[in-house]
């Protein structure tokens, strides 16, 4: 606990915070062992193993692989250290939640004080709740969780939440378009807040601009008109702002043809989005698909899904893995997958970064019903 006080207030006195936060959650990134290795996880031995334990509601990003399960086309010593990271982690009281949205099962009150780690969650708790999150890095949330404070600095004072310019966006939005949305808007600021104006939201919008726009922004949050619970008070406070507009024509893609599978869930697909897929394999009498779907979603989606629903989806070809962020995973690789497409520009950033898969854009129910009527 002293150590990680130490931790707190040095970082602290390194971005000239003015005082200490109590923090209400925090939400640990940094959890797999592709990209944690061997230092990551005798960082966390060293840590759990001196009796440390998280003093505040902390849970936990995805992982290399899903939790428990050893038959993964993923070499052995990778699952076996992955499973060790996740239960140091669990030992130190973090909740076992292994996704990237727990803002789908937490509902932050805005002007709340969290220390999250994983920048599509900052972003959406930053814009939609209005509850006040730095982006802050995996380690760091680990010595935050422990000592339940976080330096005030950053996006925790109200006057660096003020948009300094408003976008003003011309178009009609899916989720491709909100993902490739969020990459132009970061693209076209130097890191100041965004005031978004445009109506027509709906969450699966919001989850798609804001993991990309926190993907390619610096600063993990946008007021977004209509959305923020305090969006007029921000705005009441803009002085002299730029003006942007992005029209529709600069969110224009081309619908790829050839790739080895279709893959949603970056952030961590929804019940809605996973029914929507549903819908559109109902529609065709739940007929196989040539390549297969890939769905990255949550334990807690997948357990409410049934037994026999996800029985159906994998003999559609149809494969929902939990726990697991694909991007630090070499599940897809594992699989024989070298390029997919999907809707997430999150994804196709980091995709062929991290795991060397090629990603292309396409909105999956289009794709979907090309596949099932090319039959
Ligand atoms: Fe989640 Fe991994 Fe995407 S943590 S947001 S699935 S990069």
Redesign the pocket.
């Given at each position: 606990l002293a150590k990680a006080l130490e931790t707190v207030i040095k970082v602290g006195e390194a971005v000239k915070a003015d005082r200490l936060l109590d923090v209400d959650t925090v939400h640990v990134s940094g959890v797999s062992y592709l990209t944690i290795g061997d230092a990551g996880l005798e960082f966390l031995r060293d840590i759990s193993n001196s009796g440390a334990r998280f003093r505040v509601f902390t849970t936990v990003?995805?992982a290399g692989v899903e939790y428990g399960n050893l038959n993964l086309p993923v070499n052995e010593t990778f699952i076996r250290r992955q499973m060790e990271i996740i239960d140091y982690l669990s030992r130190m009281g973090a909740s076992l939640w292994l996704t990237?949205?727990p803002y789908e099962f937490i509902r932050p009150q805005p002007g709340s004080i969290h220390a999250w780690g994983?920048s599509?969650a900052i972003a959406y708790i930053n814009s939609v709740n209005d509850a006040y999150t730095e982006k802050l890095p995996g380690p760091f949330t680990i010595m935050i969780a422990i000592a339940g404070k976080v330096p005030r600095f950053g996006l925790y004072v109200e006057e660096n939440r003020v948009p300094k310019v408003i976008v003003k966006v011309n178009a009609r939005l899916t989720p491709v378009k909100a993902g490739l949305l969020g990459r132009i808007t970061a693209g076209r600021l130097k890191g100041e807040v965004p005031f978004i104006d445009y109506d027509g939201w709906d969450k699966q919008l919001l989850k798609s601009f804001l993991?990309s726009y926190a993907t390619y922004s610096p600063t993990p949050l946008a007021v977004i008109k209509g959305v923020n619970p305090n969006w007029r008070r921000y705005l009441s406070m803009v002085d002299k702002p730029d003006l942007i507009t992005i029209d529709d024509a600069e969110l224009r893609y081309e619908q790829p043809s050839e790739y080895d599978a279709l893959f949603i869930?970056?952030?961590?697909a929804s019940l809605e989005e996973v029914m929507s897929i549903v819908k559109v394999l109902e529609r065709h009498g739940y007929r196989r698909l040539m390549k297969p779907l890939i769905v990255?979603t949550s334990r807690f989606i997948k357990s409410s899904l049934g037994i026999e629903l996800i029985n159906r989806l994998r003999e559609a070809n149809v494969y929902l893995i939990t726990d697991t962020?694909?991007?630090?995973s070499p599940i897809l690789q594992g699989l024989g997958i070298r390029s997919v497409v999907t809707p997430?520009s999150?994804?196709i950033f980091?995709l062929p970064r991290l795991v060397n898969v090629n990603a292309m854009p396409c909105s999956i129910e289009d794709c979907l019903e090309s596949e099932l009527s090319d039959h």
């Open positions: 990003n995805p990237c949205t994983e599509n993991a869930g970056c952030p961590h990255s962020c694909p991007m630090v997430s999150k994804a980091y």
